[in-house]
């Protein structure tokens, strides 16, 4: 079936992968937008496994002050090449990821980052509101686990939802810039500063 280049561009805008990969897409899901997307998603899932294992040693360290002046960020992505570093899609990326942190405020990094014992005291905290709302003891680990995966969500920034695109994860994010840029990509660390915070 014959794509036009308005649904292309529109794809493309959506997803950042390249006009030829979205085009393909778009013919493979014969046309269905939605499916499409889920497409690019899964090729930029496999490129980055791919990838996983190259070094990436270059890159940017990036600051970011939310307007107003309370709230800070510092953020380090990893690339493979200099190259790269300096294109303005990467560029942008930073920016973004840190805009991210800035407004969602993530503790980690991603959940393997999560403390033990960080994660046995939500458990608990979770089986005991159960218990309190009298939940059966057989569906408790259900329970749990479900929301344990919530929080996950929400303080973990590579599960995070994007804040500019909530149907996207950061993971997803970075997988898709992958794919388009063709090296590793890596968050190695931040860290956010709020006005008038405590270090408790």
């Given at each position: 079936?014959?794509?036009?280049?308005k649904?292309v561009?529109?794809?493309?805008e959506?997803?950042l992968?390249?006009?030829m990969?979205?085009?393909?897409a778009?013919e493979?899901?014969q046309g269905?937008?939605?499916?499409?997307?889920?497409?690019?998603?899964?090729?930029?899932?496999?490129?980055?496994?791919?990838?996983a294992?190259?070094?990436?040693?270059?890159?940017l360290?990036s600051?970011?002050?939310h307007?107003g002046?309370?709230?800070g960020?510092?953020?380090?992505?990893?690339c493979?090449?200099?190259?790269?570093?300096?294109?303005?899609?990467?560029k942008q990326?930073?920016?973004?990821?840190?805009m991210?942190i800035?407004?969602?405020n993530?503790?980690y990094?991603?959940r393997?980052?999560v403390?033990?014992a960080?994660l046995?005291?939500?458990k608990?905290i979770?089986?005991?509101?159960?218990l309190r709302?009298?939940?059966?003891?057989?569906i408790?680990?259900?329970i749990?686990g479900?929301k344990i995966?919530k929080?996950?969500?929400e303080v973990?920034?590579?599960?995070?939802?994007?804040v500019?695109?909530?149907?996207?994860?950061?993971k997803?994010?970075l997988d898709s810039?992958?794919?388009?840029?063709g090296?590793?990509?890596?968050?190695r660390?931040?860290c956010?500063?709020?006005l008038?915070?405590?270090?408790e």
């Amino acid at each position: 079936m014959e794509i036009d280049a308005k649904t292309v561009k529109e794809l493309r805008e959506r997803t950042l992968a390249p006009i030829m990969d979205c085009k393909k897409a778009l013919e493979e899901a014969q046309g269905n937008f939605d499916k499409a997307i889920d497409l690019l998603r899964e090729k930029g899932l496999k490129t980055s496994q791919k990838k996983a294992t190259r070094s990436a040693k270059d890159g940017l360290v990036s600051a970011y002050i939310h307007p107003g002046g309370k709230i800070g960020v510092l953020v380090e992505v990893n690339c493979e090449t200099d190259f790269v570093a300096r294109t303005e899609d990467f560029k942008q990326l930073v920016k973004n990821l840190s805009m991210q942190i800035a407004a969602s405020n993530p503790f980690y990094l991603s959940r393997e980052d999560v403390p033990l014992a960080v994660l046995e005291k939500e458990k608990e905290i979770y089986r005991n509101q159960a218990l309190r709302e009298g939940k059966p003891e057989k569906i408790l680990d259900k329970i749990i686990g479900g929301k344990i995966e919530k929080f996950f969500s929400e303080v973990c920034l590579m599960e995070q939802s994007y804040v500019r695109e909530p149907e996207v994860t950061i993971k997803e994010l970075l997988d898709s810039h992958i794919g388009k840029l063709g090296e590793n990509i890596i968050i190695r660390r931040f860290c956010r500063y709020q006005l008038g915070e405590t270090t408790e």
